[in-house]
């Protein structure tokens, strides 16, 4: 990883140019590049997405015990260059498809001319704006319940939202924990009905309603937070051992509108083969729309993206 930083050292023109260097992304550049098609992986931050920001990970096959996020995310790195890809710290600013005329822009002005594409970009939860959220996000802050809820056993926990997710992951996460205080901001959660009545009928579940999150609290893990009631204004501080965000996520697709077809929450159509509307553009990872958003699932469409490309570039020849 030595290179990663340095952005002067890449060609001006790629057989296929993978944005993101998370799951998807890596191994999307382990697949192209194993087809012996030129790789470029850029990374606005760090390899791994939010893998890399993950204390640990227990459900990835093949690792056969628990492994640090930023561990894995660095195989999946190393294991895309040993194949051949090159992963460069490099910030987008443009994304231009125009026929066969198609190329990315860097911050730094350089142009990079490409035969097929794979976004990859991932995504971003949406936060509270609470203070002090963004110092525990990976330490007490979560935002998968089938991917941290282990960690959490026969402990107390809050949930934040008011949808069909934050109330079935609530429903989900008392097979694990000792109790589970859902908090929503509004007088009526947005969950279907059926759901709603199996959460309250479930005894680990307390609701509070009108309620908000203003502060998380803690060492070098969250231990509490101040709820306000959003009525009243009264605050108090309820001691807990973790948090789960389930307000949302915010695909990372600006540079894409206008270009390819995006739902009405900004993710990116594409069909089984993750080819989108337009022919040399793939998705793979959060970034798509779909159901389950996992590691193994990003690293599927990563592969499945690759092969897709590399038939498109062959088919150009």
Not at 5 to 15: C, F, H, V
Not at 229 to 256: A, C, S, Y
Not at 287 to 307: I, N, Y
Request: charged share 25%; proline share 2%; aromatic share 8%.
């Amino acid at each position: 990883m030595d290179k990663f930083y340095n952005i002067d050292d890449i060609n001006n023109e790629y057989d296929v140019v993978i944005l993101g260097a998370g799951p998807a992304g890596c191994t999307a550049g382990l697949y192209t590049a194993r087809d012996e098609l030129s790789t470029l992986i850029l990374e606005s931050k760090f390899p791994g997405g939010h893998l890399a920001i993950t204390d640990c990970i227990e459900n990835y096959p093949g690792t056969g015990e628990a492994i640090s996020g930023a561990d894995l995310a660095m195989k999946f790195a190393t294991q895309a260059i040993g194949a051949g890809a090159s992963i460069r710290n490099g910030n987008i600013v443009k994304v231009h498809v125009d026929g066969d005329d198609r190329s990315v822009t860097l911050d730094n002005g350089k142009v990079i001319k490409f035969k097929a594409i794979i976004i990859a970009t991932g995504t971003k939860p949406k936060l509270l704006g609470a203070e002090n959220e963004e110092d525990f996000i990976g330490k007490g802050i979560s935002f998968c319940a089938t991917c941290d809820a282990n960690f959490y056993k026969n402990k107390d926990i809050v949930v934040v939202g008011g949808g069909n997710s934050a109330v079935e992951e609530s429903i989900y996460l008392t097979k694990f924990v000792n109790s589970v205080t859902l908090v929503h901001r509004r007088d009526e959660f947005r969950a279907t009905n059926s759901i709603i009545t199996k959460a309250k009928a479930n005894p680990k579940i307390k609701m509070l309603l009108s309620s908000a999150i203003t502060k998380f609290s803690g060492d070098k893990k969250v231990s509490s937070v101040t709820i306000k009631d959003l009525k009243t204004n009264e605050e108090r501080e309820l001691p807990i051992d973790g948090v789960f965000l389930f307000v949302g996520w915010i695909p990372n697709t600006t540079l894409l509108e206008g270009i390819i077809d995006l739902d009405q929450d900004k993710f990116v159509v594409a069909n089984k083969s993750t080819k989108t509307d337009v022919d040399g553009i793939y998705v793979a990872g959060d970034v798509r729309k779909k159901e389950l958003r996992q590691v193994v699932t990003a690293a599927s469409d990563g592969a499945v993206a690759a092969k897709f490309a590399e038939h498109y570039i062959s088919s150009l020849k």
